[in-house]
């Protein structure tokens, strides 16, 4: 795998530090600033509201842009966010802040998931993606303890300075590392040649969206992303009121669930370059039956801990298959790559949203579990009908008329 994809890497495990410690320093910021918890909390719903928004605006305003130099002034974004969050004065500026470093989140995996992947030989895109996303999935088993233990010992401000200086070392490597030509119309530099040349001009990304193949990954992701986190959101509640654990034990419970999300991340990412729609089906199957599985076992306390590393490999094995698909079928379009990230945002708020309806309905505290099961077994559905049109020769288009 070429250096450059280490550079990617690295700025994926600073985005995702952004995004996850943030959990757990919520009290400090909030006594810091004099604000409620619920206040404190619309640091993390303000991020991700904005991540959504940023993927596709920003995508927009750089298509015509250098794919490079559009990455490093994202990385040049997050690294002002953060550090407008470090020094912030107040509790305002720290949401400016935030907002500023979300804003970056969609577009840099959308747009780096392209770069990757004209890194290498076509059979290992989707490995390429994985290895991008990697620091992601890194990032998530390290967030809240890292947040924790760094706001414990030198304050909260300091693990904001740790991941500015995270961004500013993978803003380095990205100068450093990746290639000028990297993701661009000059194919023939690359070593994966054979992918299609990007589309150029907004109205040429735009045209990326008459494909049903391009809405049904869409629709996919946010499925099967709706269905894990639907169930993820309320996992503290099924640990400890069904399954018997302490408060204390949700840390290391949340880390098992991060090393599965690592272990999907990989093994998904190869499995889509051998048969990427087979790998994608299996994924999601396998997700849906292990949250149903959950919601069965969830009283038992072995039983939990297998699942919930499940939930994390099969939650996660989809995602690189997912976004080479998208990119495929929208001829490398940009913003088709980042409107997946905005799908799975999507998801994560249906999920959520669906899951809390099953607790408030007294279903519960095994319900959201269900509920996703139901989620992702649509996400299946949906998968094999784009499965089956992408394969069958009487569908030699497959653009909205």
């Not at 290498?120 to 233990?149: I, Q």
């Not at 640990?239 to 949340?254: C, K, N, Q, R």
Request: aromatic share 10%.
């Amino acid at each position: 795998m070429p250096s450059g994809l280490v550079a990617l890497a690295l700025g994926g495990f600073g985005i995702g530090l952004t995004e996850f410690l943030i959990a757990g320093l919520l009290p400090q910021v909030a006594s810091s600033f004099a604000v409620s918890e619920a206040a404190a909390g619309r640091l993390i719903s303000g991020y991700a509201l904005s991540v959504a928004v940023g993927a596709i605006a920003l995508t927009a305003a750089t298509v015509r842009l250098p794919r490079k130099s559009v990455l490093v002034g994202l990385v040049a974004l997050f690294v002002v966010g953060n550090l407008v969050s470090a020094v912030a004065p107040s509790y305002r500026v720290m949401l400016f802040g935030r907002i500023v470093a979300a804003l970056c989140h969609g577009s840099f995996f959308g747009i780096g998931s392209l770069v990757a992947r004209s890194l290498v030989a076509p059979e290992k895109k989707s490995r390429a993606v994985a290895v991008m996303f990697a620091g992601l999935t890194v990032a998530n088993v390290l967030g809240v303890p890292f947040g924790a233990l760094v706001g414990e010992r030198w304050g909260w401000r300091a693990a904001f300075w740790a991941v500015t200086a995270i961004g500013v070392l993978a803003l380095t490597g990205i100068v450093a590392l990746v290639p000028a030509w990297a993701g661009e119309t000059r194919p023939s530099a690359a070593p994966g040649g054979s992918d299609p040349m990007p589309p150029s001009g907004l109205r040429a990304q735009f045209r990326a969206f008459r494909s049903w193949q391009v809405w049904l990954t869409l629709t996919a992701t946010a499925l099967g992303y709706g269905g894990m986190f639907g169930a993820f959101s309320y996992i503290a509640y099924t640990f400890t009121e069904v399954g018997g654990f302490s408060s204390s034990d949700i840390a290391w419970l949340l880390m098992v669930y991060g090393v599965g999300l690592v272990v999907g991340n990989m093994v998904g990412g190869r499995a889509a370059d051998h048969d990427r729609d087979r790998a994608l089906v299996l994924a999601l199957l396998g997700l849906a039956v292990t949250l149903t599985l959950f919601g069965l076992l969830a009283e038992s306390p072995t039983a939990s801990v297998i699942l919930v590393f499940l939930m994390g490999v099969f939650g996660f094995a989809g995602v690189p298959g997912m976004i080479t698909r998208v990119t495929d079928f929208a001829h490398g379009a940009a913003l088709a790559a980042s409107a997946n990230v905005s799908a799975s945002n999507v998801g994560n708020a249906l999920g959520a949203w669906l899951g809390g309806l099953a607790i408030t309905a007294g279903l519960g505290y095994t319900a959201p579990l269900y509920v996703g099961a139901g989620i992702v077994l649509i996400a299946v559905v949906v998968m094999v009908v784009a499965a089956h049109q992408a394969r069958s020769p009487a569908r030699q288009t497959d653009h909205l008329s």
